[in-house]
């Protein structure tokens, strides 16, 4: 039996029904396709604050208890247990996989990690100053040009090629795009070390040649640090239909390349308001400089009249702490002596948040730390300089960017993303 909700337009008492539909979690949705055809209206939803755009079966977020699954499975399980690579084989396949798996798909990506000769050549063009975000949007839109094949798909084998090629190749188009940015020269990717810690040697090795020399001497890979940044990277894997993902499936909703789809998300969560807040927190800590200057800045947050932002506060769909952000946070303490922590930032960021979390504004608006209060503090005492914060979100989310466009692809009666509009014009 169908299950409907009437809507009365009170002009003309005109009423209009509409099915409900349930999910397996989470709030259900009134399908409201025929509504424009039934009422001659559009609704109307600035944010799409209680709009949902698809259904999905990949990532599942509570936003009132701060709940996050990636195919079922909770985050706290998943960033404690797993590697990396294991949650993007359980994003693209629905499962965890065995050991053998796990063998076979971490390999299988160390192969894939190589660029194109003639994409390194294209980074030659960019000037060195360019954000290592402008390099990766446009080196990622090119690869379409390198794998022009993707353009159509028939299988599940061909759909995980692509896949696994993007996942793959980001982490290199990164610290390619890094050490484009200091003038050093690029280092290729050695298959003998795992998915993150060759990230960290390619943005960090030191090339025959010694151009690039570090005041600080030469920088050793520590476990703790591969562990810091793998959690890191599953924690920023998926995240439901955030600004960046919507853009990846409106782009593959026209029928585009899946990787001018990726370069579009890139480009989307380059923004501050979104992933490239965590770039913004650390700027926001160093701009603060004290404790002591703490109250002046949560004052202007709340002031009305002044656009000033706590950049890393507040969240659409979490109204309670970010779960990703309670684990950020608990990393962030066990690394304190390990990795040396900025102290200063640190005590800033807890300042801030001690305030916040009790003042009148933050709890009436329900504004908790989010994923990126936390992770510039680790990420700095990881050595990553900050243009580099969003491009390791960017290497987190690839997979599951990816992922959604695979099931935006394979769902039913998929149609064209082309919202209405409210013309208030002559
Ligand atoms: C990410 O969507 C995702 O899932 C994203 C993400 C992912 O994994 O993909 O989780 C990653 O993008 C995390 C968010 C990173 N962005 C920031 O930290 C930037 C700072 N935060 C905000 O700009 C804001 O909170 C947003 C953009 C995150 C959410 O904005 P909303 O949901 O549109 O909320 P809003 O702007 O309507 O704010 C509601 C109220 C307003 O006050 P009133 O007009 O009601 O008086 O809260 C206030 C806002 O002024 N507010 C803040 C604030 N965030 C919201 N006030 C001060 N500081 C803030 N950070």
């Known amino acids: 039996m169908k299950q409907t909700m009437t809507m009365i337009d009170n002009r003309d008492g005109k009423s209009y029904e509409f099915e409900i539909k349930e999910g397996t979690r989470g709030p259900s949705v009134v399908d409201i396709s025929s509504f424009y055809p039934q009422t001659g209206m559009f609704t109307y939803d600035n944010g799409y604050t209680s709009t949902a755009s698809c259904t999905s079966e990949i990532t599942f977020i509570d936003g009132n208890k701060g709940e996050l699954r990636y195919r079922g499975i909770p985050i706290e399980e998943l960033a404690n247990k797993h590697s990396y690579l294991d949650v993007c084989h359980l994003l693209l396949t629905s499962k965890l996989p065995t050991k053998e798996e796990s063998l076979a798909f971490d390999l299988e990506l160390r192969h894939r990690s190589f660029l194109h000769e003639g994409l390194i050549n294209m980074f030659n063009s960019f000037p060195t100053n360019a954000h290592p975000m402008a390099a990766l949007s446009s080196a990622t839109a090119s690869l379409s040009a390198f794998f022009y094949n993707h353009l159509e798909m028939k299988d599940d084998y061909e759909y995980q090629e692509m896949a696994r090629r993007i996942v793959a190749k980001m982490p290199t188009i990164a610290a390619l795009a890094y050490r484009h940015s200091i003038g ?243």
Do not use: C
């Open 184 to 426: 050093a020269s690029f280092i290729q990717p050695d298959i003998s070390k795992s998915f993150t810690e060759n990230f960290l040697y390619m943005m960090r090795a030191y090339p025959h040649n010694r151009m690039h020399i570090d005041p600080e001497g030469e920088r050793v890979i520590k476990p703790i640090e591969i562990q810091a940044l793998d959690t890191i990277f599953t924690l920023h894997a998926d995240h439901e239909q955030n600004a960046s993902t919507s853009t990846v499936r409106g782009v593959a909703s026209t029928g585009a390349h899946p990787y001018v789809a990726i370069s579009a998300g890139i480009s989307a969560l380059w923004g501050r308001a979104h992933g490239g807040a965590n770039e913004s927190v650390i700027k926001q800590l160093e701009m603060i400089g004290s404790v002591d200057r703490v109250d002046e800045f949560i004052a202007r947050a709340k002031d009305p009249n002044d656009d000033f932002r706590l950049m890393g506060f507040g969240h659409r769909v979490y109204k309670n702490f970010d779960p990703r952000a309670k684990i950020l946070k608990s990393l962030q303490d066990q690394l304190k002596d390990e990795l040396n922590l900025d102290s200063n930032l640190m005590q800033i960021a807890n300042k801030i948040e001690q305030i916040a979390l009790s003042d009148e504004y933050f709890i009436k608006r329900k504004l908790y730390p989010n994923i990126d209060f936390y992770s510039g503090v680790i990420l700095t005492a990881l050595k990553i300089p900050t243009s580099m914060f969003t491009p390791i979100f960017v290497i987190g989310r690839t997979v599951g960017w990816i992922t959604q466009w695979i099931e935006y692809k394979k769902s039913k009666g998929a149609k064209i993303a082309r919202p209405r509009q409210l013309y208030v014009g002559k």
